[in-house]
């Protein structure tokens, strides 16, 4: 592996070793870097040992466990299912409408781009149309 020595802006190479400690991803739980497989979830990495249930401390599978978010902490299913029944709903209510704004901030971005298409169009067609006029006289 190898990195740039930002002082002189060459290519170094590093062992393993060192290249994991200046260039790895930093686990959220333990703080250090790893060159291992990291477990990417609600925007934060985790050492595989260290993606664990807060509820119940359970380590969970990024493939195998359904992963519930809560204050953005990951619980089990196991944990969730222990929450009351009207916070339960809150979540679900919650990820309900966090998915919508996200539908609909896609659609707004792409009729967003779809107007700036057209307006981009319609400006060609006038610089098309001043062009012709100016070549006509």
Not at 60 to 88: A, G, N, T, W
Not at 118 to 129: G, L, T
């Amino acid at each position: 592996s190898s990195g740039i020595n930002a002082e002189y802006g060459e290519k170094v190479p590093y062992c393993q070793f060192h290249f994991t400690k200046l260039f790895g991803v930093r686990c959220f739980y333990c703080d250090n870097r790893s060159s291992m497989q990291v477990i990417k979830v609600l925007n934060k990495n985790y050492c595989e040992n260290h993606f664990f249930c807060t509820g119940c401390d359970t380590l969970l599978e990024e493939q195998k466990s359904k992963v519930i978010e809560m204050d953005q902490k990951p619980y089990c299913r196991h944990c969730y299912d222990k929450f009351p029944s009207d916070m339960r709903r809150k979540l679900l209510e919650s990820a309900n409408a966090a998915a919508k704004n996200k539908k609909a901030t896609m659609k707004k971005d792409k009729d967003k781009k779809g107007t700036m298409k057209k307006k981009k169009e319609e400006k060609k067609k006038d610089k098309d149309i001043l062009n012709a006029t100016q070549a006509a006289s």
